[in-house]
Structures are given as structure tokens and as C-alpha cells.
């Protein structure tokens, strides 16, 4: 067997075509949809995803701000920012990129950006929503798997599934999503004494653990549908996944791949979440 691939980027530039027609209907009347985002330090990667969202914005349509501090910037600073993007009614959806420096709270950051303009799905309110089953803005890298599952014609009513990895960005809103689609859900983690047990019964196997090639063709049930969402860089400076490719490709039935795959389609959620806020201000003012 060798399965077939799930293409993010393609999924991603079709979804993406709808936004720039949604984010012009909204233009003629009157409303921009805008993202904020923050970005505090120097990181390398860190920079690169907010080059990424910002380019990603500007060809949907929607106009994006970004705001810059220094590594040692003072909390007190960024939290005035985020008040002040919160007031702003251009402004429909912030986002402070992560990992903050040390001095930082980043639970009190996220939980200080209104829930309304939570894009990245991350504030309690929204995470409380989420489980309830009525969401507001859900994560974007979990409702971008959720997708791929979609366009893919992905059976997960009944299905029996294993997230590997139980983050607060991922793992947990994975699980609840899945849950709330009607599968089977098991959710493993690095105390988990036997993955490979749970993952040969899985139809569709989440890893989004953060350890390359962790999870081999050997441990797959035939015919499992894979969705790799991590991104590991090897010595070598390649990219590769939580999933062993070569191996588990011949296996499964469908596999994302490693870049190509979760990623593009995490950034147009948070596109998708921004344009959901800019049409929420548009209804509201209608009303």
C-alpha cells in the first residue's frame, strides 16, 4: 500500500481564494478585516511565522499590523498595546506570537486580548466554548486538521482516534474536536506506556508531540488515515515530522507530509478566524 497524500498547500490556496472574495465584499461595505499581531524578540522562527501570517494576509485581502519590541521589552508595555488593539474597532483579531521571553506571563498576554478578537482560539472563553461544543474561534493548527480531514473525505463519525501530544494549543482542542465529530478518541502523551498498542487500532492517528520520526509504519493499523503536525528540524537542517514517512507511507492509507502539509493550512485558519470576526462586526452592524 502507499498512501495518498494530503496536500495542505492545495487545500490552503483554495480556501484561500474564497477568503480574498469574502475580505472585498466586506471592503465594499465599509469594513477592512484587519490583523494585529505582536512580536516581542528576536527569534528566528518566531520572526518567520509572522513574515508568513503577515504575506498570507496581504494576498486575502486583509490588512494586517504588526508591532515590534525589543527581547527585554516590559510586560506593562505590550499589555497597553493589546488594550489599546482591543478598543480598536479596525481591528478584528490579535495575535501575540509565541514563545515570550521569560519575563513574560504568557498566560495573562493571552488572556488579556479580548475573547472576540481571540484568532488564535487560545483565551479561556473560547477554550470553555470549545468544549461545550459551541465554539467561537477554534485553534487554528486542530480546525486546520479538521479540514484536511474534511476535503479529504475522511469518515471520523465512528471512527476510532489517537492524538499524540495533550498541549493546550493542540492535543487537548484536537481531542475535542474529533469528539465532537463522533470519533473514538484516546489521547497519548510521553507517560503513555504502550503507544504503539493504541496506535494499531487507530483509523486516524494525530501526532503533534514535537519528536521526529517517533511514530513508525510498524506501529500503524493498515489503512489509518496520519495527520503529522510536527515540524522538526534534523543536524542536517531538514524538516521532517512526528511520523517516520517513508515507513508509515506505506501503510497508511492517507498521510499529510512534512513541510507541505499541517502548516500552510494553520496559517489560513487564522485567516478564516480573522474574516469570521470582521463578518461578526459587519452582522452587528446590520442589525
Known amino acids: 500500500m502507499s498512501a495518498r497524500i494530503i496536500d495542505g498547500n492545495a487545500l490552503a490556496a483554495q480556501m484561500r481564494t474564497d477568503f480574498t472574495t469574502r475580505a472585498a465584499a466586506m471592503a465594499q461595505q465599509g469594513i477592512t478585516p484587519c490583523l494585529a499581531v505582536i512580536l516581542v524578540g528576536s527569534d528566528p522562527a518566531s520572526q518567520v511565522y509572522v513574515r508568513n501570517k503577515i504575506a498570507a494576509c496581504e494576498k486575502s485581502g486583509i490588512k494586517s499590523l504588526k508591532f515590534e519590541y525589543p527581547q527585554d521589552a516590559n510586560p506593562a508595555d505590550v499589555l497597553g498595546k493589546i488594550a489599546e488593539l482591543n478598543a480598536d474597532q479596525s481591528v478584528h483579531g490579535i495575535l501575540v506570537q509565541l514563545p515570550l521571553p521569560r519575563q513574560f506571563d504568557a498566560d495573562a498576554v493571552l488572556e488579556a486580548i479580548h475573547a472576540s478578537k481571540d484568532v488564535d482560539g487560545f483565551h479561556a472563553e473560547n477554550v470553555g466554548a470549545l468544549a461545550q461544543g459551541r465554539p467561537g474561534f477554534i485553534p487554528c493548527t486542530p480546525n486546520?486538521?479538521?479540514?484536511?480531514?474534511?476535503?479529504?473525505?475522511?469518515?471520523?463519525?465512528?471512527?476510532?482516534?489517537?492524538?499524540?501530544?495533550?498541549?493546550?494549543?493542540?492535543?487537548?482542542?484536537?481531542?475535542?474536536?474529533?469528539?465532537?465529530?463522533?470519533a473514538t478518541v484516546t489521547v497519548c502523551h510521553s507517560q503513555t506506556r504502550d503507544l504503539a498498542e493504541h496506535l494499531r487500532r487507530a483509523d486516524i492517528v494525530v501526532a503533534a508531540v514535537g519528536k521526529p520520526r517517533m511514530v513508525t509504519g510498524d506501529m500503524l493499523k493498515p489503512g489509518a488515515v496520519v495527520v503529522d503536525v510536527g515540524i522538526n528540524r534534523l543536524d542536517d537542517g531538514k524538516l521532517c515530522g512526528d511520523v517516520d514517512f517513508a515507513s508509515a507511507s506505506e501503510v497508511a492509507s492517507l498521510i499529510t507530509p512534512v513541510p507541505g502539509g499541517v502548516g500552510p493550512m494553520t496559517i489560513t485558519m487564522l485567516l478564516a478566524n480573522t474574516l469570521q470576526s470582521a463578518e461578526r462586526q459587519l452582522k452587528a452592524r446590520q442589525a
Open 144 to 182: 486546520g486538521c479538521m479540514e484536511m480531514l474534511k476535503s479529504a473525505g475522511v469518515q471520523v463519525k465512528g471512527a476510532e482516534a489517537v492524538v499524540i501530544g495533550r498541549s493546550n494549543i493542540v492535543g487537548k482542542p484536537m481531542a475535542l474536536l474529533l469528539l465532537q465529530a463522533g
